[in-house]
T-cell receptor
C-alpha cells in the first residue's frame, strides 16, 4: 500500500529551466509534507516543508505547492542548477504522529 | 551546523550474527528515528523513540530489532540475528519536536549493512 507516490522515477531538465517534481498521497490524515534531497552515499537532507493550512511555501529557488483536494503536491526548482542533480523524496506525516512516510523518490538530472 | 553522525559507515556481517548500528543524534533533539532503504527501493520507517521509549514502530521492526539510548548521546539499533534481507542502508534521524513544521527530521549519512 503506497501511501505516498512519486510516479516519475527520473526527470531530466536543462540547466536554467524549471524542474517540477510531483508527489501524490492517499492518506487524508496527512497534513504535513516535506521534501528531501539525497546525494549518493549521503543521508536525505531536508529542503522545504508545507502544512495543510497553506497551499504554497517558498524558499529561494524552491517552492512547494499543495493541492489538498487532489492530494497532490509538487516541488518547483527555478532556475535548476547542475548541483540540484539528486534523488528527491516527498514525505508525509499526520501532525499528530511521528512516522514520516516516504515516497520512492525521483532522480533529477540537471544537464549543463 | 550540528549533524547526526552514524558509525560504522559500512558493516559486513554473516547471516545469524548480531549487529549494532550506532548513531549520535543532534544534542538538543528529543525524538529519534531509524529508517532503512533497501537498494533500489524506497526509504522505510522502522521506529521512533522518545523519552526512552518506542513511540511508533512499523511492521518491519519485529522481535529481531531493538533500540536503545544507552547514555545521553548515543542511539543504537540492534539486529539480533541478521538475515540476508536485512541488507540495506540504515538511516538514523533526529528532530527537536515531533510533527511540527519547524522541526523536520535531520538524517545521518547512513550505515550500509551487508549480510552475507
Amino acid at each position: 500500500d503506497q501511501q505516498v507516490k512519486q510516479n516519475s522515477p527520473s526527470l531530466s531538465v536543462q540547466e536554467g529551466r524549471i524542474s517540477i517534481l510531483n508527489c501524490d498521497y492517499t492518506n487524508s490524515m496527512f497534513d504535513y509534507f516535506l521534501w528531501y534531497k539525497k546525494y549518493p552515499a549521503e543521508g536525505p537532507t531536508f529542503l522545504i516543508s508545507i502544512s495543510s493550512i497553506k497551499d504554497k511555501n517558498e524558499d529561494g529557488r524552491f517552492t512547494v505547492f499543495l493541492n489538498k483536494s487532489a492530494k497532490h503536491l509538487s516541488l518547483h526548482i527555478v532556475p535548476s542548477q547542475p548541483g540540484d542533480s539528486a534523488v528527491y523524496f516527498c514525505a508525509a506525516s499526520a501532525l499528530s504522529g511521528q512516522n514520516f512516510v516516504f515516497g520512492p523518490g525521483t532522480r533529477l538530472s540537471v544537464l549543463p | 551546523e550540528p549533524e547526526v553522525t552514524q558509525t560504522p559507515s559500512h558493516q559486513v556481517t554473516q547471516m545469524g550474527q548480531e549487529v549494532i548500528l550506532r548513531c549520535v543524534p543532534i544534542s538538543n533533539h528529543l525524538y529519534f528515528y531509524w529508517y532503512r532503504q533497501i537498494l533500489g527501493q524506497k526509504v522505510e520507517f522502522l521506529v521512533s523513540f522518545y523519552n526512552n521509549e518506542i513511540s511508533e514502530k512499523s511492521e518491519i521492526f519485529d522481535d529481531q530489532f531493538s533500540v536503545e539510548r544507552p547514555d545521553g548521546s548515543n542511539f543504537t539499533l540492534k539486529i539480533r540475528s541478521t538475515k540476508l534481507e536485512d541488507s540495506a542502508m540504515y538511516f538514523c534521524a533526529s528532530s527537536e519536536f515531533a510533527g511540527r513544521m519547524d522541526s523536520p527530521l535531520h538524517f545521518g549519512n547512513g550505515t550500509r549493512l551487508t549480510v552475507t
